[in-house]
């Protein structure tokens, strides 16, 4: 069983996220006609793979799931977490894959070497399944301004997860992310995706197991689904991360 982890939630830490969001800067070109949301999972518990997918699929969106590869079948605080089968599935219907390290390791506290191996067999695995692991997100949002350099030479995109809304030159190496989570997730999440509506910007949502009685960390099939069809209503475009920066 997978237990959970605690990152550094010291002040050390939270001085050492933000003093990355000014290092290492990639900026993203945008040129929005449309407010935009993307949806994405985080690790992929098996429940994300099927109600998650599932739940874009029926309003005609596609998502981004960042995936870790030794995760594959195993149990864990957010259930079974998704197997080789179940994420070429998402790969067959759509869906977009990305990264996310082998063993879910914090890139900040990894050594680098240490850190790139484990990128190198992840990266592997998920081609192997046919994806194309061009985008990747931070194991529990950590960063550091060494880490988000290393990152950044191998990845098109890296997302966080501090809150924010992505403008035209918003950095690429630390997209920010609003999470699905928790017993006000949804009306939080509702307020956003009217944020991003007003100031005609891109929102990335991210979630980690969809179910009944989800963990803390994630969220209901019925709240996921209200969230896509709020967003379709107030005029969003859903599109992947990729395809956000594609365009």
Not at 10 to 32: I, V
Request: include cysteine; aromatic fraction near 6%; glycine fraction near 10%.
């Amino acid at each position: 069983m997978i237990q959970p982890y605690t990152p550094d939630v010291s002040l050390k830490g939270k001085l050492r996220r933000r003093l990355a969001r000014l290092t290492h800067r990639r900026p993203a070109r945008l040129d929005l006609d449309r407010p935009v949301v993307s949806f994405t999972f985080d690790d992929i518990p098996a429940s994300a793979a099927h109600a998650g997918a599932q739940a874009l699929e029926k309003h005609g969106a596609r998502g981004t799931f960042y995936v870790c590869a030794g995760l594959f079948g195993r149990d864990g605080h957010m259930g079974r977490f998704a197997n080789a089968a179940e994420i070429s599935a998402l790969i067959h219907q759509g869906h977009e894959v990305a990264g996310h390290t082998l063993d879910h390791v914090d890139c900040h506290r990894t050594a680098p070497a240490a850190l790139e191996a484990d990128l190198d067999a992840n990266d592997l695995a998920l081609r192997g399944l046919g994806a194309a692991p061009l985008h990747f997100a931070y194991p529990y949002g950590e960063v550091s301004p060494r880490a988000k350099k290393q990152l950044g030479a191998r990845y098109a995109s890296l997302r966080g997860v501090h809150k924010a809304l992505v403008h035209d030159g918003g950095d690429r190496n630390q997209l920010p992310g609003v999470g699905i989570e928790g017993p006000d997730g949804e009306a939080l999440t509702r307020a956003w995706i009217d944020r991003a509506v007003a100031e005609r910007a891109w929102l990335i949502l991210y979630t980690h197991d969809v179910r009944e009685t989800p963990s803390p960390w994630g969220c209901t099939p019925d709240a996921l689904d209200r969230l896509i069809d709020h967003a379709r209503t107030a005029g969003c475009d859903i599109r992947t991360v990729g395809e956000v920066l594609a365009a």
